[in-house]
């Protein structure tokens, strides 16, 4: 994180924290202390069970003077603040201390928890500050052992927002906790697992469920701590609020909805839909409108995209989809509920759930159809006639503010083509660059190689937003199309490393070895993009069949390291 963030102005400054201990049953794992909450109206923390904390108190800045650890400075460096740092390691013990009856502080004569009981109900009910209480006991807050764990800001449409960040620590010894009976009516040790459990019934909160997950992934308090204290540049984690056919609801970062929504209610509206609903017209710009054909399935995840496109009421869509009645009535509703009419039909490429749309849609509308060939006619469209076969670079205006450009992108087909909305730098990738997974190279017409350099020309692109042909709008395009040339070179170093290994071997050999962490039942899948691989190694002189066998089709020969 930047040093020097800043929190929405309505955002309340919080802290949290994790308190944490060994199994008492010396079993592997670790507990978290927790509180349930207490209820109350138009409260939506009532009745949640989530870890200690609560709201910076101006006067904690005054204990700075009265703790050991880091200055302000280091604290504020560490967070990513101008200053101000230290207040929320203050407030976090605070806060413990405050609901749950723990300390972490020092003494020189050492302190009886049970005689600071008033000091409790003092602070907690703001008659004093915790730098008063420090210099009445003599104490010094020990805030050596925090570890800075994650940074969460409410999302924006709530009645309250918190800027909350979390610190993970181990509990005191020797002290026992007990409730406030105030803010926290039950206190409970619990283990990351149990507490997850749904046969349980804690009401928690989408941030105390993504950080219990996170807990569970360590053997033992120390191995949590040990890993939190190499932390470093901790983003803030800001969920979103959108609507589905089941109510409103919390979208986290890490879910595929979670960008599109930033994008289109910014403002916390909560109105925007964290599903693709079949034959529903979706306003993703004053340009573009998507509708989402009914062919949910393994392949094709929730359904094609169709992208309506334009201005003026002129539409381009882009992808027709699937040969399907409905679908087709919903790309005329959307066009005409738009006001306007559609005036051209492209193609990404001619595999089944694309193209095969393109002609009904012509029919229909008498539009021209743009798209290319494919080389190779194996899972293709055959019955696809384009009208135009555009060429890369060709550049097609839509209105006096609307170009689209055309970019070439073999690799998953030899005529994929992608489609560039200059004006907003967002790029329309049919499946080049699919939403959450990686697409299937099928030779012959899938080409690794052409795949990769395709992929990285696109990093030469200014791009801002990714339209898929399954799935949301992507952000950070850069970012994914790395990622992507990433993860293709490290499937390709495992299939050089399974070649030294066990070659002379068969596809059927190599398959799980290459793809130990693919599920078996997509094996068969996966056994087209092992080919794929197989292919561009021999292309680069990597790879060699000393069997010979329909390589170029099924690919059964026997492979070995050049």
């Known amino acids: 994180?930047?040093?020097?963030?800043?929190?929405?102005?309505?955002?309340?400054?919080?802290?949290?924290?994790?308190?944490?201990?060994?199994?008492?049953?010396?079993?592997?794992?670790?507990?978290?202390?927790?509180?349930?909450?207490?209820?109350?109206?138009?409260?939506?923390?009532?009745?949640?069970?989530?870890?200690?904390?609560?709201?910076?108190?101006?006067?904690?800045?005054?204990?700075?003077?009265?703790?050991?650890?880091?200055?302000?400075?280091?604290a504020s460096a560490w967070l990513g603040l101008a200053e101000g740092g230290l207040d929320y390691l203050v407030a976090a013990v605070r806060e413990s201390f405050e609901e749950v009856g723990l300390l972490l502080a020092q003494a020189e004569a050492g302190f009886d928890l049970a005689a600071l009981k008033p000091w409790r109900d003092r602070l907690q009910a703001g008659e004093v500050a915790m730098a008063d209480f420090c210099r009445a006991e003599g104490l010094r807050l020990d805030l050596r052992g925090l570890a800075y764990f994650s940074h969460w800001l409410t999302p924006p449409g709530v009645p309250k927002r918190f800027d909350t960040r979390f610190f993970a620590v181990a509990a005191p010894p020797?002290?026992?906790?007990?409730?406030?009976?105030?803010?926290?009516?039950?206190?409970?040790?619990?283990?990351?697992?149990?507490?997850?459990?749904?046969?349980?019934?804690?009401?928690?909160?989408?941030?105390?469920?993504?950080?219990?997950?996170?807990?569970?992934?360590?053997?033992?308090?120390?191995?949590?701590?040990?890993?939190?204290?190499?932390?470093?540049?901790?983003?803030?984690?800001?969920?979103?609020?959108?609507?589905?056919?089941?109510?409103?609801?919390?979208?986290?970062?890490?879910?595929?909805?979670?960008?599109?929504?930033?994008?289109?209610?910014?403002?916390?509206?909560?109105?925007?839909?964290?599903?693709?609903?079949?034959?529903?017209?979706?306003?993703?710009?004053?340009?573009?409108?998507?509708?989402?054909a009914p062919n949910p399935g393994p392949m094709t995840g929730p359904g094609t995209n169709s992208y309506l496109v334009g201005e003026g009421g002129a539409w381009t869509v882009i992808d027709p989809g699937p040969q399907n009645e409905p679908h087709l009535q919903a790309l005329l509703a959307a066009a005409g509920e738009a006001g306007g009419r559609i005036e051209r039909i492209l193609v990404t490429h001619t595999h089944r759930d694309h193209s095969p749309g393109a002609a009904a849609l012509a029919a229909a509308t008498g539009a021209p159809v743009w798209g290319r060939i494919a080389e190779h006619p194996q899972w293709q469209d055959a019955d696809f006639a384009p009208d135009v076969e555009p060429r890369h670079g060709d550049r097609l205006p839509l209105g006096p503010a609307s170009t689209l450009r055309v970019v070439h992108t073999p690799g998953h087909a030899s005529n994929h083509l992608c489609y560039l909305l200059e004006e907003e730098r967002l790029l329309f990738t049919g499946d080049h660059v699919m939403q959450g997974s990686t697409v299937v190279i099928n030779?012959?017409?899938?080409?690794?190689?052409?795949?990769?350099?395709?992929?990285?020309?696109?990093?030469?692109?200014?791009?801002?937003?990714?339209?898929?042909?399954?799935?949301?709008?992507?952000?950070?395009?850069?970012?994914?199309?790395?990622?992507?040339?990433?993860?293709?070179?490290?499937?390709?170093?495992?299939?050089?490393?399974?070649?030294?290994?066990?070659?002379?071997?068969?596809?059927?050999?190599?398959?799980?070895?290459?793809?130990?962490?693919?599920?078996?039942?997509?094996?068969?899948?996966?056994?087209?993009?092992?080919?794929?691989?197989?292919?561009?190694?021999?292309?680069?002189?990597?790879?060699?069949?000393?069997?010979?066998?329909?390589?170029?089709?099924a690919g059964d020969g026997l492979w070995s390291a050049a």
């Open 1 to 74: 994180m930047s040093r020097g963030y800043v929190p929405p102005p309505e955002a309340r400054r919080a802290a949290s924290l994790l308190l944490l201990r060994d199994r008492p049953d010396g079993q592997p794992g670790l507990e978290v202390l927790m509180l349930r909450r207490a209820e109350r109206e138009d409260d939506m923390r009532s009745g949640a069970v989530v870890f200690p904390g609560g709201v910076l108190d101006a006067r904690d800045r005054e204990a700075h003077a009265h703790s050991l650890g880091p200055s302000d400075a280091e």
């Open 174 to 292: 020797g002290q026992q906790a007990e409730a406030d009976l105030g803010e926290a009516v039950e206190l409970m040790w619990l283990t990351p697992q149990a507490a997850l459990q749904p046969q349980r019934g804690l009401k928690l909160l989408p941030v105390t469920q993504r950080t219990l997950q996170d807990l569970a992934r360590f053997g033992s308090s120390a191995e949590a701590l040990a890993e939190a204290r190499t932390r470093r540049d901790i983003a803030v984690t800001m969920p979103r609020l959108a609507t589905s056919t089941r109510g409103r609801r919390i979208v986290l970062p890490h879910e595929l909805p979670w960008a599109e929504i930033g994008r289109l209610d910014p403002e916390g509206r909560g109105d925007v839909s964290c599903e693709l609903l079949p034959g529903r017209a979706v306003r993703l710009s004053p340009r573009i409108i998507r509708v989402t």
């Open 443 to 553: 030779p012959p017409d899938g080409d690794m190689a052409a795949y990769l350099q395709a992929l990285h020309a696109l990093l030469e692109e200014d791009l801002q937003w990714l339209a898929p042909g399954h799935g949301f709008l992507v952000a950070e395009p850069q970012a994914v199309l790395r990622a992507l040339i990433a993860h293709r070179l490290k499937r390709e170093a495992k299939v050089t490393a399974a070649l030294r290994q066990a070659g002379p071997a068969s596809l059927d050999a190599l398959l799980p070895r290459v793809y130990d962490d693919v599920p078996a039942a997509l094996h068969a899948v996966a056994r087209r993009s092992l080919l794929a691989h197989l292919l561009k190694l021999q292309g680069d002189g990597a790879a060699r069949v000393v069997a010979a066998g329909d390589v170029a089709g």
